[in-house]
Nanobody, 125 residues
Framework: VQLIEAGGGLVQPGDSLRLSCVVS????????INWFRQAPGKEREGVSC????????YYADSVKGRFTISRDDARNTVYLQMNSLKPEDTAVYYCATDVVHSRRCPGVVTDFDSWGQGTQVTVSS
């Protein structure tokens, strides 16, 4: 099981980024994927997730209306479109899944056993 994030970078407030999470070693169709983020000195927090069979989504209040999660099972990829970025969105972003409870969405950090290495998002003027 492998998850690889990409798409982070340095942007200005109000800009957009699209993160991707490419998975391998399992069939994405059957798994929910969760995005978390961790800012310096803070705990890792859930940002968004998307379920497998019904495409149900979840967003943290802090990103609702600005972030959109989507999935392309044929490409084994989940995307996180981030618009109207704010300095407080600065963090390392991780995607994760629960191999045992494959439809877990949302969940807390300790629920997930498979994580990517993270991608840095920095929002600064």
């Amino acid at each position: 099981v492998q998850l690889i994030e990409a798409g982070g970078g340095l942007v200005q407030p109000g800009d957009s980024l699209r993160l991707s999470c490419v998975v391998s070693g399992f069939i994405l169709d059957y798994y929910a994927i969760n995005w978390f983020r961790q800012a310096p000195g803070k705990e890792r927090e859930g940002v968004s997730c998307i379920d497998s069979s019904d495409g149900r989504t979840y967003y943290a209040d802090s990103v609702k209306g600005r972030f959109t999660i989507s999935r392309d099972d044929a490409r084994n990829t989940v995307y996180l479109q981030m618009n109207s970025l704010k300095p407080e969105d600065t963090a390392v972003y991780y995607c994760a899944t629960d191999v045992v409870h494959s439809r877990r969405c949302p969940g807390v950090v300790t629920d997930f056993d498979s994580w990517g290495q993270g991608t840095q998002v920095t929002v600064s003027s």
